[in-house]
């Protein structure tokens, strides 16, 4: 990978395709990084896409071959293992439509700077974290992809890329009051990550949900968003030079 020109492709979820109408994410951090640290020009193309999960990666292969990376940034897991209430029962019928829409339950990730609109969000945002868990109490849960199938998903993703550096990235970290018994679930599928890894050659693993464990919601500032899933804009720059170290050990490991 001795080039002057390096193409990175992201594969990803909500946390990669960025929030808001303007999809604030990680790329320019990214992109930041990995030029000043490698001396290349760093062309990024983000296929993340919010709500994604594993199969979707398995589903736009041919997207991401015409998009002709060196390295692709696969980060997805996140959305696939959460814990959910399931979508059955007496409860769920009970529930207004637009709360059963994918992720009406989980808190807003930020809050408008107008008031009269940043109050009624707040209330909206505590309710739909409520029913989750009274849901959760009261219906079976589960995850959108469960073990097996992820395993097998993200292995075959790689098998298909078995040419391309891939870095891999684990789960996030989340806060057990808005996402009450997913950080289990998300060590055990950052788990599977980690093995897929090891046994593929030229796939890279980068735990980043032990080192947002570390560091928590209540750093100041903080490098999550309201509902201590998504980042904040710091947490992006955080996330965009942290990732932006381990792609530009990948280039400069290629280079020798």
Not at 68 to 76: A, G, K, T, V
Not at 207 to 236: R, T, V
Request: net charge positive; with cysteine.
């Amino acid at each position: 990978m001795n080039k002057s020109v390096i193409k990175v492709t992201i594969i990803g979820d909500s946390i990669s395709q960025g929030l808001g109408k303007k999809k604030i994410n990680y790329c320019e951090s990214l992109k930041n990084k990995i030029e000043n640290l490698t001396g290349v020009i760093c062309n990024l193309e983000n296929l993340a896409v919010t709500g994604k999960t594993i199969i979707y990666a398995n589903e736009i292969i041919e997207d991401i071959i015409k998009s002709d990376p060196d390295i692709i940034l696969l980060f997805m897991g996140s959305v696939d293992a959460l814990i959910r209430p399931k979508p059955e029962g007496v409860f769920w019928k009970c529930l207004p439509k637009r709360y059963k829409l994918n992720g009406m339950l989980d808190p807003r990730p930020f809050y408008s700077k107008k008031r009269w609109r940043y109050i009624p969000e707040h209330i909206d945002s505590w309710i739909r974290w409520h029913l989750k868990k009274v849901l959760m109490k009261f219906c079976k849960v589960y995850s959108w992809v469960d073990e097996e199938t992820f395993e097998k998903y993200y292995r075959d993703f790689v098998r298909n890329f078995s040419d391309k550096e891939i870095l891999a990235i684990s789960p996030v970290y989340v806060d057990e009051k808005f996402f009450p018994g997913s950080n289990y679930n998300l060590k055990r599928y950052r788990d599977i990550i980690s093995k897929i890894c090891s046994e593929q050659e030229n796939t890279h693993f980068f735990d980043i949900y032990s080192c947002q464990e570390q560091l928590g919601w209540k750093e100041n500032p903080s490098i999550y968003g309201d509902d201590h899933f998504h980042p904040s804009i710091y947490g992006y720059q955080w996330m965009g030079s942290i990732i932006g170290d381990k792609i530009s050990q990948i280039i400069k490991l290629n280079k020798k």
